[in-house]
């Protein structure tokens, strides 16, 4: 089992639509939790730390569920460039920063 | 922004050689991390360096080294090539290690024939 797991999709959503990703992870020692997105060939960048509280950034929203070791991401109002594959990240429990990765979820949002 | 630097880009090489991927993080960032991310595959942690020293170790080959240099530049050498080290390698660099948010290089595509 891997320690964070994605489904990998495809999620095939028109313009304008929302759509939302989940994650799970093992390690309920885990200590910082992030969403990367990666465009084809290329490097992952960072889209938004997650936090407990809950965390937005313009139609991007992420949440943080300890107690079941669940994190999701949620886009609002989907744009043809939102397209990529959405990588959900845990920062190992040690403190060496060590990141995990899912497998990714593949987006491509159709006009 | 000045961003991550690696070179070289693109390598192709032929089985049972070595290369050498570099590295050069953001200026002020003293942590460095490689990843292997294969063909289809999530980015795999291999090794990384805090304060030029070594600070994790993942799934790294015993081929395989790395260093981090005193102007916090770092190299990955790998030694003995198989057709399985075909990936994309990328460095990322942190300021501080643990929580920091690691900003990934534009990766280094390697071939091995």
């Known amino acids: 089992r891997k320690e964070v797991e994605q489904d990998p999709g495809p999620f095939n959503v028109p313009e304008g639509a929302t759509v939302a990703f989940n994650c799970t992870y093992s390690n309920s020692a885990s200590q910082s939790f992030f969403w990367y997105r990666q465009d084809c060939r290329k490097e992952p960048k960072l889209l938004m730390s997650?936090?407990?509280s809950g965390n937005e950034d313009g139609r991007f929203t992420a949440q943080l569920n300890r107690a079941s070791q669940y994190i999701s991401l949620l886009i609002r109002d989907s744009k043809l460039s939102d397209s990529a594959t959405y990588l959900c990240?845990?920062?190992?429990?040690?403190?060496?920063?060590?990141?995990?990765f899912g497998q990714g979820t593949t987006l491509q949002v159709k006009p | 922004a000045a961003g991550v630097i690696q070179s070289p880009r693109h390598l192709i090489k032929e089985k049972r050689e070595t290369a050498t991927l570099k590295c050069y993080p953001i200026p002020r960032h003293d942590t460095v991390y490689w990843y292997q991310q294969g063909p289809g595959q999530d980015p795999q942690f291999l090794i990384s360096f805090y304060e030029k020293m070594q600070s994790d170790k993942g799934s790294i080959p015993d081929r395989f080294s790395a260093q981090q240099f005193s102007d916090y530049h770092s190299e990955l050498n790998m030694s003995s090539l198989e057709l399985g080290d075909s990936a994309l390698y990328f460095c990322?660099?942190?300021?501080?290690?643990?929580?920091?948010?690691?900003?990934f290089g534009p990766g280094t595509r390697l071939l091995v024939l």
């Open positions: 990240v845990v920062n190992d429990s040690g403190n060496t920063g060590k990141l995990i």
């Open positions: 990322a660099s942190s300021r501080y290690q643990g929580g920091e948010t690691q900003y």
């Open positions: 997650v936090y407990s």
